[in-house]
Protein backbone atom coordinates (compact mmCIF):
# COMPACT_ATOMS: atom_id res chain seq x y z
CA UNK A 1 0.00 0.00 0.00
CA UNK A 2 1.41 3.50 -0.94
CA UNK A 3 2.40 5.45 2.15
CA UNK A 4 0.88 8.39 -0.02
CA UNK A 5 -2.75 6.92 0.00
CA UNK A 6 -5.34 7.88 3.71
CA UNK A 7 -5.49 4.26 5.59
CA UNK A 8 -8.97 3.38 5.98
CA UNK A 9 -10.39 1.23 8.30
CA UNK A 10 -14.13 -0.43 7.41
CA UNK A 11 -16.42 -1.27 10.64
CA UNK A 12 -19.10 -3.98 8.80
CA UNK A 13 -16.57 -5.25 6.02
CA UNK A 14 -18.40 -8.63 5.95
CA UNK A 15 -21.54 -6.73 5.60
CA UNK A 16 -23.42 -5.59 2.14
CA UNK A 17 -22.28 -2.04 2.19
CA UNK A 18 -18.60 -3.10 3.65
CA UNK A 19 -17.75 -5.86 0.94
CA UNK A 20 -19.13 -2.76 -1.47
CA UNK A 21 -16.65 0.14 0.51
CA UNK A 22 -13.72 -2.60 -0.26
CA UNK A 23 -14.35 -3.38 -4.15
CA UNK A 24 -14.20 0.27 -4.26
CA UNK A 25 -10.92 0.85 -2.23
CA UNK A 26 -8.99 -1.59 -4.41
CA UNK A 27 -8.99 0.59 -7.38
CA UNK A 28 -9.13 4.08 -5.70
CA UNK A 29 -6.42 6.89 -6.19
CA UNK A 30 -5.78 8.42 -2.89
CA UNK A 31 -7.38 5.79 -0.05
CA UNK A 32 -6.07 2.50 0.99
CA UNK A 33 -7.87 -0.12 2.88
CA UNK A 34 -5.85 -1.16 6.03
CA UNK A 35 -8.01 -2.59 8.39
CA UNK A 36 -11.22 -4.55 7.84
CA UNK A 37 -13.20 -5.22 11.03
CA UNK A 38 -16.65 -7.29 12.22
CA UNK A 39 -18.28 -8.32 15.16
CA UNK A 40 -16.39 -10.98 17.61
CA UNK A 41 -18.75 -13.69 16.72
CA UNK A 42 -18.33 -13.15 13.30
CA UNK A 43 -17.57 -16.46 11.19
CA UNK A 44 -15.80 -14.14 8.46
CA UNK A 45 -12.78 -13.02 11.16
CA UNK A 46 -9.50 -13.75 9.55
CA UNK A 47 -10.95 -13.53 6.18
CA UNK A 48 -9.15 -11.48 3.49
CA UNK A 49 -11.61 -8.76 2.60
CA UNK A 50 -10.80 -8.84 -0.76
CA UNK A 51 -11.12 -12.18 -1.22
CA UNK A 52 -14.34 -11.21 0.39
CA UNK A 53 -15.77 -9.26 -1.76
CA UNK A 54 -15.58 -11.10 -4.43
CA UNK A 55 -12.14 -10.06 -5.83
CA UNK A 56 -8.66 -10.32 -5.35
CA UNK A 57 -6.47 -10.66 -1.85
CA UNK A 58 -6.16 -7.47 -0.49
CA UNK A 59 -3.64 -8.61 2.50
CA UNK A 60 -6.19 -6.99 4.80
CA UNK A 61 -7.82 -10.15 7.44
CA UNK A 62 -10.95 -9.52 9.18
CA UNK A 63 -10.18 -8.73 12.66
CA UNK A 64 -12.78 -7.42 15.86
CA UNK A 65 -9.85 -5.92 18.02
CA UNK A 66 -10.11 -2.40 16.93
CA UNK A 67 -7.88 -1.47 19.63
CA UNK A 68 -5.27 -3.03 18.46
CA UNK A 69 -6.17 -1.54 14.84
CA UNK A 70 -5.64 1.59 16.01
CA UNK A 71 -2.05 2.28 14.52
CA UNK A 72 -3.21 0.97 11.25
CA UNK A 73 -5.35 3.31 9.84
CA UNK A 74 -6.38 7.53 9.38
CA UNK A 75 -10.18 7.31 9.07
CA UNK A 76 -12.76 4.75 9.84
CA UNK A 77 -15.88 4.20 8.16
CA UNK A 78 -18.72 2.44 10.02
CA UNK A 79 -21.98 0.63 8.70
CA UNK A 80 -22.97 -1.26 11.38
CA UNK A 81 -25.35 -1.17 13.90
CA UNK A 82 -25.68 2.02 16.87
CA UNK A 83 -24.16 0.04 20.22
CA UNK A 84 -21.10 -0.90 17.57
CA UNK A 85 -20.63 2.33 16.08
CA UNK A 86 -20.38 4.84 19.21
CA UNK A 87 -18.27 1.82 20.76
CA UNK A 88 -15.67 2.37 17.92
CA UNK A 89 -15.99 6.06 18.12
CA UNK A 90 -15.37 6.40 21.79
CA UNK A 91 -12.09 4.07 20.77
CA UNK A 92 -11.23 6.63 17.74
CA UNK A 93 -11.89 9.16 19.61
CA UNK A 94 -9.05 8.61 22.25
CA UNK A 95 -6.94 7.90 19.66
CA UNK A 96 -7.81 11.23 17.41
CA UNK A 97 -8.68 9.41 14.60
CA UNK A 98 -11.00 10.21 11.99
CA UNK A 99 -14.59 8.77 11.54
CA UNK A 100 -16.94 8.93 9.04
CA UNK A 101 -20.52 7.24 10.33
CA UNK A 102 -23.03 5.97 7.91
CA UNK A 103 -25.29 3.62 10.77
CA UNK A 104 -28.33 4.83 11.28
CA UNK A 105 -31.13 4.57 13.94
CA UNK A 106 -29.76 6.14 17.36
CA UNK A 107 -32.29 7.88 18.19
CA UNK A 108 -31.19 10.29 21.33
CA UNK A 109 -27.67 8.49 21.31
CA UNK A 110 -27.04 10.90 18.49
CA UNK A 111 -25.47 13.19 21.35
CA UNK A 112 -22.56 10.52 21.81
CA UNK A 113 -21.52 11.50 18.22
CA UNK A 114 -22.08 15.32 18.91
CA UNK A 115 -19.63 14.62 22.01
CA UNK A 116 -16.68 13.20 20.12
CA UNK A 117 -16.83 15.30 17.41
CA UNK A 118 -15.82 18.46 19.71
CA UNK A 119 -12.53 16.06 19.86
CA UNK A 120 -12.19 14.77 16.28
CA UNK A 121 -14.03 15.28 13.10
CA UNK A 122 -16.94 13.33 12.01
CA UNK A 123 -18.83 13.22 9.22
CA UNK A 124 -22.41 11.74 10.12
CA UNK A 125 -25.07 11.36 7.64
CA UNK A 126 -27.95 8.92 7.01
CA UNK A 127 -27.08 8.54 3.05
CA UNK A 128 -23.78 9.27 1.53
CA UNK A 129 -25.64 9.58 -2.01
CA UNK A 130 -25.13 12.85 -3.98
CA UNK A 131 -28.59 12.54 -4.84
CA UNK A 132 -30.18 12.27 -1.90
CA UNK A 133 -28.43 15.24 -0.40
CA UNK A 134 -29.12 16.95 -3.56
CA UNK A 135 -33.07 16.12 -2.52
CA UNK A 136 -32.69 17.31 0.59
CA UNK A 137 -32.02 20.77 -0.42
CA UNK A 138 -35.19 20.49 -2.96
CA UNK A 139 -36.97 19.39 -0.21
CA UNK A 140 -36.34 22.15 1.52
CA UNK A 141 -36.92 24.60 -1.60
CA UNK A 142 -39.74 23.10 -1.93
CA UNK A 143 -41.24 23.55 1.53
CA UNK A 144 -40.89 27.05 1.79
CA UNK A 145 -42.41 27.55 -1.32
CA UNK A 146 -45.45 25.25 -0.85
CA UNK A 147 -45.94 26.41 2.74
CA UNK A 148 -48.83 25.26 5.16
CA UNK A 149 -50.97 24.80 2.35
CA UNK A 150 -50.18 21.09 1.54
CA UNK A 151 -49.86 18.05 3.07
CA UNK A 152 -46.41 16.28 3.87
CA UNK A 153 -46.39 12.51 3.39
CA UNK A 154 -42.63 10.28 3.17
CA UNK A 155 -42.70 6.95 2.08
CA UNK A 156 -39.89 4.98 2.30
CA UNK A 157 -38.98 1.68 0.72
CA UNK A 158 -35.96 -0.77 1.91
CA UNK A 159 -34.89 -4.46 1.62
CA UNK A 160 -36.19 -7.36 3.72
CA UNK A 161 -32.98 -7.31 5.98
CA UNK A 162 -32.93 -3.61 6.76
CA UNK A 163 -33.71 -3.51 10.92
CA UNK A 164 -34.62 0.18 11.86
CA UNK A 165 -37.36 2.21 10.15
CA UNK A 166 -38.66 4.25 9.78
CA UNK A 167 -34.99 4.60 7.57
CA UNK A 168 -32.49 7.02 8.44
CA UNK A 169 -33.05 8.94 5.42
CA UNK A 170 -36.59 9.34 5.71
CA UNK A 171 -36.36 10.57 8.99
CA UNK A 172 -33.97 13.06 7.62
CA UNK A 173 -36.25 14.32 5.03
CA UNK A 174 -38.53 14.42 7.65
CA UNK A 175 -36.78 16.72 9.78
CA UNK A 176 -35.23 18.78 7.03
CA UNK A 177 -39.11 19.91 5.98
CA UNK A 178 -40.65 20.26 9.86
CA UNK A 179 -37.27 22.76 9.93
CA UNK A 180 -38.75 24.73 6.62
CA UNK A 181 -42.20 24.60 8.29
CA UNK A 182 -41.33 25.93 11.56
CA UNK A 183 -42.52 22.64 13.07
CA UNK A 184 -40.79 19.65 15.64
CA UNK A 185 -40.34 16.36 14.41
CA UNK A 186 -40.40 15.05 17.30
CA UNK A 187 -43.57 16.49 18.37
CA UNK A 188 -45.74 16.17 14.07
CA UNK A 189 -44.24 12.58 12.91
CA UNK A 190 -47.34 10.01 12.61
CA UNK A 191 -45.65 7.01 11.89
CA UNK A 192 -48.60 4.91 11.67
CA UNK A 193 -52.58 4.88 11.07
CA UNK A 194 -54.97 2.26 11.72
CA UNK A 195 -58.70 2.33 12.17
CA UNK A 196 -61.07 4.84 12.62
CA UNK A 197 -57.94 7.76 13.15
CA UNK A 198 -60.41 10.91 12.15
CA UNK A 199 -59.70 13.55 9.94
CA UNK A 200 -55.94 14.71 9.55
CA UNK A 201 -54.08 17.30 11.56
CA UNK A 202 -52.53 19.28 9.03
CA UNK A 203 -49.56 20.06 11.03
CA UNK A 204 -48.42 16.25 11.04
CA UNK A 205 -45.76 15.02 8.48
CA UNK A 206 -46.64 10.90 7.84
CA UNK A 207 -44.26 8.49 7.40
CA UNK A 208 -44.87 5.00 4.97
CA UNK A 209 -42.58 2.24 5.77
CA UNK A 210 -41.86 -0.73 3.64
CA UNK A 211 -39.80 -3.63 3.67
CA UNK A 212 -39.25 -6.43 1.04
CA UNK A 213 -37.14 -7.99 -1.65
CA UNK A 214 -34.02 -6.57 -2.07
CA UNK A 215 -35.10 -3.24 -2.62
CA UNK A 216 -31.62 -1.24 -2.01
CA UNK A 217 -33.40 1.99 -0.61
CA UNK A 218 -36.57 4.11 -2.41
CA UNK A 219 -37.56 7.22 -0.67
CA UNK A 220 -40.75 9.65 -1.86
CA UNK A 221 -41.85 12.46 0.37
CA UNK A 222 -45.32 13.57 -1.01
CA UNK A 223 -46.81 17.22 -0.99
CA UNK A 224 -50.74 16.57 -1.22
CA UNK A 225 -52.21 20.17 -2.23
CA UNK A 226 -56.26 20.91 -3.35
CA UNK A 227 -56.21 19.82 -7.22
CA UNK A 228 -52.30 19.14 -7.58
CA UNK A 229 -49.27 17.40 -5.72
CA UNK A 230 -45.93 17.53 -5.82
CA UNK A 231 -43.92 14.59 -5.25
CA UNK A 232 -40.00 14.20 -4.81
CA UNK A 233 -38.56 10.86 -5.79
CA UNK A 234 -34.67 9.34 -5.10
CA UNK A 235 -34.56 5.59 -6.16
CA UNK A 236 -31.11 3.37 -5.30
CA UNK A 237 -30.30 0.59 -7.39
CA UNK A 238 -26.98 -0.16 -5.97
CA UNK A 239 -25.22 0.45 -2.96
CA UNK A 240 -22.17 2.05 -4.81
CA UNK A 241 -23.66 5.18 -4.95
CA UNK A 242 -23.24 5.39 -0.61
CA UNK A 243 -19.98 3.75 -0.81
CA UNK A 244 -18.55 6.17 -2.79
CA UNK A 245 -20.12 9.14 -1.02
CA UNK A 246 -18.79 7.78 1.87
CA UNK A 247 -15.54 7.10 0.43
CA UNK A 248 -15.39 11.00 -0.25
CA UNK A 249 -16.07 11.90 3.39
CA UNK A 250 -13.46 9.93 4.34
CA UNK A 251 -11.09 12.34 1.80
CA UNK A 252 -12.70 14.94 2.19
CA UNK A 253 -12.10 14.86 6.22
CA UNK A 254 -8.45 15.23 6.10
CA UNK A 255 -8.00 18.57 5.75
CA UNK A 256 -10.83 19.38 8.40
CA UNK A 257 -10.45 20.04 12.76
CA UNK A 258 -12.83 18.78 15.04
CA UNK A 259 -16.15 19.08 14.42
CA UNK A 260 -20.00 17.19 13.23
CA UNK A 261 -20.46 17.35 9.52
CA UNK A 262 -22.25 16.17 7.36
CA UNK A 263 -22.85 15.30 3.40
CA UNK A 264 -24.11 18.55 2.70
CA UNK A 265 -20.44 19.76 4.22
CA UNK A 266 -18.67 17.24 2.15
CA UNK A 267 -20.64 17.97 -1.50
CA UNK A 268 -20.82 22.09 -0.96
CA UNK A 269 -24.41 22.51 -0.31
CA UNK A 270 -24.51 24.31 2.50
CA UNK A 271 -25.75 27.91 1.85
Known sequence: MSQSKTRVAIAGAGGRMGRTLVTLLAEHTTLALSVAL???QSPLLGTDAGMLAGGKSAGVPLTADLAAALPHFDVLIDFTIPE??????????GAGKRVVIGTTGFGDAVAQIRAAAADIPVVFAPNMSVGVNLCFKLLE???????DEFDV????????????APSGTAVRMGEVVAEALGRDLKTCAVYGREGRTGAR?????????????DIVGDHTVLFAGIGERVEITHKASDRATFAAGALR????????????YDMQDVLGLRD
Open 84 to 93: STLANLALCR
Open 201 to 213: DRQTIGFETIRGG
Open 141 to 147: LAARTLG
Open 38 to 40: EHP
Open 153 to 164: EIIEAHHRHKID
Open 249 to 260: AAGWLAERPAGL
